[in-house]
């Protein structure tokens, strides 16, 4: 059964919301016009007077989804947010 935004609890929206947030970031790594915008924001380098890229680089996995689901979101698989 699939529940309206509205209907969802707060914390079933904010993790749909950090997936969304996840997902996008990932989808940025993936497209070539988006890479040299990624790589300013979203990387942290220490040698850089940058310190957004260290709150950035948080959402920032080049790798596949399913590890970045796994690393912060399956802690709060317990919420309802699927049904099973």
């Known amino acids: 059964m699939v529940e309206s935004y509205t209907e969802l609890s707060e914390i079933q929206r904010t993790v749909l919301g950090l997936g969304a947030a996840f ?6 790594w993936q497209v070539p016009a988006t890479q040299r915008f990624m790589r ?3 990387l942290a380098d220490p040698l850089k007077n940058r310190p957004i890229t260290m709150l950035t680089s948080i959402f920032s996995h080049k790798v596949s989804p399913a590890r970045t689901f796994s690393t ?7 919420t309802g947010l699927t049904t099973g």
Request: glycine share 12%; proline share 6%.
């Open 23 to 28: 997902g996008a970031v990932f989808v940025g």
């Open 40 to 42: 300013r924001w979203f």
């Open 72 to 78: 912060f979101l399956s802690p709060l698989s317990n």
